[in-house]
């Protein structure tokens, strides 16, 4: 009597291997994707309490959480202080008109993406809660 053997569907071992790769690249895309502004090189705070004039026009991403409100204004926005993450150092942030409809309070934690304008201020141009 001859032993009937069992093929394992070849299909099913493509399948799995498909489904295995779909998960890897997935996992990859997200996690990636979660730093936000990720294009954009970090605000070197060294070189901008140095020289803030020398870094006019140029976009850098901040990771910081309010600690004041420090002045409003209808047509400039409002200017607010903000501790920079794994940092003690404490920056002023305008932050433009466009954002009014935000709502910021002391103590929360945003993803900036600022400009440094002709005067050496930094200027939201995005920002993002945490």
């Not at 990859?28 to 026009?57: H, Q, W």
């Not at 409003?72 to 002023?92: C, H």
Request: hydrophobic letters at 45%; charged letters at 20%; glycine letters at 6%.
């Amino acid at each position: 009597m001859s032993r009937k053997s069992r093929n394992f569907p070849k299909w099913i071992f493509f399948v799995l291997i498909g489904a295995v790769v779909v998960m890897v690249v997935g996992s990859f895309l997200i996690n990636r994707s979660a730093e936000p502004f990720r294009t954009t090189p970090p605000l070197d705070l060294a070189s901008y309490a140095e020289n803030a004039a020398s870094l006019r026009g140029n976009t850098y991403k901040l990771s910081a959480e309010v600690t004041d409100m420090l002045a409003w204004s209808p047509t400039g926005g409002r200017l607010i202080a903000v501790r920079v993450d794994g940092e003690s150092t404490i920056l002023p942030v305008q932050v433009t008109p466009a954002f009014n409809a935000v709502n910021i309070q002391k103590e929360q934690r945003f993803n900036f993406l600022l400009e440094v304008d002709s005067k050496g201020i930094l200027k939201t141009k995005s920002l993002l809660q945490q």
